[in-house]
């Protein structure tokens, strides 16, 4: 099992920007995927952004060219920089990390998210 710790939200105003990171407890190439996502009121969570243990990165088109992922593998974290943030981007964000331990057993972890809030 995998700990992840997301800090760095708060509220922002529209047009501005945050950079979420993600503290993970293991070394980040033994992750297949860490994946950042998000879930507003009433809505289901969403994948935005995920980078794999080569580096790879993809986005989701609603946060293509606005947020960028990324990594430091030295401190074992990643991070989500968020700019031209817009009202509807207002949600919880959580750190997913996916891949197997050392038994091969499949994980699927996720940290207790971080409050981002964007006024208009």
């Known amino acids: 099992q995998v700990q992840l710790v997301e800090s760095g939200g708060g509220l922002v105003q529209a047009g501005g920007s945050l950079r979420l990171t993600c503290a993970t407890s293991?070394?980040?190439?033994?992750?297949?995927?860490m994946g950042w996502y998000r879930q507003a009121p009433g809505k289901q969570r969403e994948l935005l952004a995920s980078?794999?243990?080569?580096?790879?990165?993809n986005y989701a088109e609603s946060v293509k060219g606005r947020f960028t992922v990324s990594r430091d593998i030295a401190k074992n974290m990643v991070y989500l920089q968020m700019d031209s943030l817009k009202p509807e981007d207002t949600a919880v964000y959580y750190c997913?990390?996916?891949?197997?331990?050392?038994?091969?057993?499949?994980?699927?972890?996720w940290g207790q998210g971080t409050q981002v809030t964007v006024s208009s």
């Open positions: 997913n990390a996916k891949g197997w331990g050392p038994t091969l057993a499949f994980y699927d972890d």
């Open positions: 980078i794999n243990s080569g580096g790879s990165t």
């Open positions: 293991t070394n980040i190439f033994s992750i297949a995927t």
